[in-house]
C-alpha cells in the first residue's frame, strides 16, 4: 500500500473532497444528501478554517482519499464532521480513518478543546464502531451543546472528552 499523509485542506482539494463525500454519501450509502445540501463544502476555508476549527485531507500519491473536519462551536467545543474515507481506503490494516481522527484530536490538545461532539446517520454501522472504539461515547440529542450544527440527516450522536 502506499504512503497515506494527512495535510490540511487547501482550494486545489475542493473539487476532489467534494467528489469523494459525494460518492460516499449517495452512491456508496444511498443518502439523500445533494451538494447543494452541503455549502460547507464550497466555503471550506470560511466554514471550517477559522478560529479552533480544522479540515484535513488523506492523501494517497496525491490522490483525496479521506477527510476529517472540526468546526468551531464555541465554549472550548468542537463538532466533527465530514469524516469519510475511500472504500479501499478502510479499515484497521490501512489506518487512514486512524489517521485522520489522530490528526483531529492532536489539534484539539494543541488548541486546549475540551470536547468534540458529532452526528452521523444509521446507515454507517462500520463508523459507530470505529467511534466507539476511540473512545467517543452515545449521547441523545438532548445532550449536545446548544452550538451544535444539526444536520437534518443526523440521528446519532457521540462525544468525546479531550484527555489531557
Known amino acids: 500500500m502506499n504512503e497515506v499523509v494527512i495535510v490540511p485542506w487547501q482550494r486545489k482539494y475542493g473539487e476532489h473532497v467534494i467528489k469523494l463525500i459525494l460518492s460516499i454519501q449517495s452512491a456508496e450509502f444511498l443518502i439523500p444528501i445533494t451538494e447543494a445540501d452541503q455549502p ?11 478560529g479552533n476549527g480544522n ?18 462551536i464555541g465554549q472550548q467545543q468542537v463538532a466533527l464532521r465530514k469524516m469519510f474515507v475511500h472504500k479501499s481506503f478502510r479499515g484497521s490494516d490501512q489506518g487512514v480513518a486512524n489517521k485522520l481522527l489522530v490528526a483531529a484530536i492532536e489539534w484539539c490538545i494543541q488548541k486546549n478543546i475540551q470536547d468534540i461532539y458529532l452526528g452521523t446517520v444509521e446507515a454507517f454501522r462500520a463508523a459507530h464502531r470505529f467511534y466507539e472504539k476511540n473512545g467517543f461515547e452515545r449521547i441523545e440529542t438532548r445532550q449536545l451543546p446548544k452550538n451544535f450544527p444539526l444536520m437534518q440527516v443526523d440521528t446519532i450522536f457521540y462525544h468525546l472528552s479531550i484527555k489531557r
Not at 460547507?40 to 477559522?50: A, I, P
Not at 479540515?55 to 468551531?72: H, R
Request: aromatic content about 14%.
Open 40 to 50: 460547507d463544502l464550497k466555503s471550506v476555508d470560511t466554514f471550517y478554517q477559522h
Open 55 to 72: 479540515f484535513w485531507v488523506a492523501l494517497s500519491e496525491g490522490n483525496v482519499v479521506g477527510t476529517i473536519s472540526l468546526k468551531d
